[in-house]
């Protein structure tokens, strides 16, 4: 249960994707100017995570790690991430012709998306911080943290994308508008998550 | 000659990737905290954008357009495998101070986005400088935010204690996001104002040259 809720928490919090490690910081700059986009991006992005953790945690564990090729994980990784978001996107066009409208246009944009490959790279790497003592990683606890690291991925692009339409009532300096501000506006939730990290686990 | 200075110019100034097209972004915000490891980036993006440039323009030919872009990921993907073993056999330092950013150069927007742009139409030598004056508009836009980031949040400089004085702050991801979008600001001023300028002076001169015709 400890385990659990540590997960839980860093994950969303004490080490959220976009404000602590930025990782995926394109989209979230990108795709933020609405809710509703912003919100289909988040829920895209997490379910990609999810999808590509189950496919390469096992095949690093139980195929690359007993051949001895642990080297080729970038080039291993960024192809199974780029065919199953090629895989994902005809199988949502096939079965849910709605779906796809809604989220399809941002499928293609995932597999150069840092946070996908960045957990799947953080998974297989040293995790015992976040664990504790004497648990072992397994396929279990790296899914939980790629749904998890996901979930809060989708909420930090939600308090943007909220705080970003508020924006557009106020006049901005010409050199200031669009990114400029973009990037002001996600230093303060920055700073709002700065909070978490006293949570000790 | 004429079109090798366009090319390097706009890698370096007016189509910068990190400040004019924010591209790039996740490795740019993560490390700034420290000059050190942000120049350190910067010239290993450098090095992998160049490399990867001349062999997609030599290999535009054979690479089918339909299946272009899971070439270039690979292309790309071998790079920074090269690079890593590299770096951690020669600069251990650097490949610590990089850690898990390091690995996301393969889905670092400037190098797919150039590849895509720039070396699938262009023949080597145009794409050679591009990528190399691509690169160091990267490196140059990091060093200079690393240097700010360092000096006013840690109080050093490349890793030298200079002054006691430090606000915390600039050395977190928060106060990369307030300097990055400070600098650009800047950037995108000066440069608007310089073509202001320019087209002032092409339009003023313009003018004369049609009264000189008149009289």
């Known amino acids: 249960m400890g385990t659990f809720i540590a997960i839980v928490l860093s994950a969303v919090l004490t080490n959220n994707f976009i404000t602590v490690k930025t990782y995926g910081v394109c989209p979230?700059?990108?795709?933020?100017?609405?809710?509703?986009?912003?919100?289909?991006?988040?829920?895209?992005?997490?379910?990609?995570?999810?999808?590509?953790?189950?496919?390469?945690?096992?095949?690093?564990?139980?195929?690359?790690?007993?051949?001895?090729?642990?080297?080729?994980?970038?080039?291993?990784?960024?192809?199974?991430?780029?065919?199953?978001?090629?895989?994902?996107?005809?199988?949502?066009?096939?079965?849910?012709?709605?779906?796809?409208?809604?989220?399809?246009?941002?499928?293609?944009?995932?597999?150069?998306?840092?946070?996908?490959?960045?957990?799947?790279?953080?998974?297989?790497?040293?995790?015992?911080?976040?664990?504790?003592?004497?648990?072992?990683?397994?396929?279990?606890?790296?899914?939980?943290y790629a749904l998890f690291a996901g979930l809060g991925f989708t909420l930090v692009m939600i308090i943007m994308s909220g705080m970003r339409e508020k924006l557009n009532y106020y006049k901005t300096h010409k050199a200031l508008a669009g990114f400029p501000i973009a990037m002001v506006t996600a230093c303060f939730i920055c700073m709002a998550f700065t909070v978490f990290s006293y949570i000790s686990i | 000659m004429n079109k090798y200075k366009k090319i390097t110019l706009d890698g370096l100034i007016f189509q910068n990737p990190t400040f004019m097209l924010v591209l790039g972004t996740c490795p740019t915000l993560g490390l700034i905290s420290s000059a050190f490891s942000a120049m350190g980036m910067g010239l290993t993006v450098l090095v992998v954008l160049t490399l990867s440039n001349i062999i997609i323009s030599a290999l535009r030919k054979v690479i089918p357009s339909s299946v272009r872009i899971p070439c270039y990921i690979v292309i790309i993907a071998t790079l920074v495998t090269f690079m890593r073993m590299f770096l951690e056999k020669f600069l251990p330092d650097l490949y610590d101070s990089l850690g898990g950013f390091l690995a996301l150069i393969v889905v670092n927007c400037i190098i797919l986005g150039r590849a895509e742009a720039f070396a699938s139409k262009n023949g080597v030598a145009e794409s050679a400088v591009d990528g190399i004056s691509n690169g160091l508009g990267f490196t140059a836009a990091l060093t200079v935010m690393g240097i700010i980031c360092e000096f006013l949040g840690k109080g050093s400089l490349f890793g030298a204690q200079i002054m006691n004085f430090q606000i915390g702050m600039l050395a977190t991801p928060a106060g990369a996001f307030l300097v990055y979008g400070i600098c650009i600001a800047v950037f995108v001023y000066i440069i608007d104002n310089f073509e202001r300028a320019r087209r002032v002076k092409a339009n003023k001169l313009a003018r004369e040259n049609l009264l000189k015709e008149e009289a």
């Not at chain 1, 289909?40 to 945690?57: H, P």
């Not at chain 1, 139980?62 to 895989?87: D, K, R, W």
């Open chain 1, 28 to 144: 979230f700059l990108g795709v933020s100017k609405k809710t509703s986009s912003a919100a289909g991006m988040g829920i895209a992005v997490t379910l990609v995570m999810l999808l590509a953790t189950l496919v390469t945690y096992p095949i690093y564990t139980y195929v690359m790690v007993p051949l001895g090729i642990e080297f080729l994980e970038i080039i291993f990784f960024i192809f199974i991430i780029a065919s199953l978001v090629q895989m994902l996107e005809k199988i949502i066009q096939k079965v849910s012709p709605s779906l796809y409208g809604a989220m399809g246009i941002y499928l293609p944009l995932i597999t150069t998306n840092c946070a996908v490959l960045g957990v799947t790279e953080l998974l297989i790497g040293d995790m015992s911080a976040i664990l504790g003592e004497g648990v072992a990683m397994n396929i279990g606890w790296a899914l939980l």
